[in-house]
């Protein structure tokens, strides 16, 4: 089993930052940040992979970062640059083998 928990929403302002964390129960090599919008489908924000490699949606591509501390055994996300359209529940997840595993989710709303 593996448990995620985030933190570091918020509200703020367009043109603003934020940094959300997430705790695990373990580490493992393919971590991400997913988000969704209301009436939208879940998507990839930013990922660690196996290869081991980085990778960012095409629109937070130059605004955020992924990092991670295996020892502190938290991911991060950090946003800058924000605009309403981030506005979402970002989720952290985790694959290990087969299954993966779900964060309950921290609101980011951006507004001014």
């Known amino acids: 089993q593996l448990q995620l928990s985030e933190s570091g929403g918020g509200l703020v302002q367009p043109g603003g930052s934020l940094r959300l964390s997430c705790s695990a129960s373990?580490?493992?090599?393919?971590m991400a940040w997913y988000r969704q919008a209301p009436g939208k489908q879940r998507e990839l924000v930013a990922t660690f992979t196996t290869t081991p490699n980085i990778n960012y949606s095409d629109s937070v591509k130059g605004r955020f970062t992924i990092s991670r501390d295996d020892n502190e055994k938290k991911i991060y996300l950090e946003m800058k640059s924000l605009k309403p359209e981030d506005t979402a529940v970002y989720y952290c997840?985790?694959?290990?083998?087969?299954?993966?595993?779900w964060g309950q989710g921290t609101q980011v709303t951006v507004s001014p």
């Open positions: 373990r580490m493992t090599a393919t």
């Open positions: 997840y985790a694959r290990s083998g087969l299954r993966t595993f």
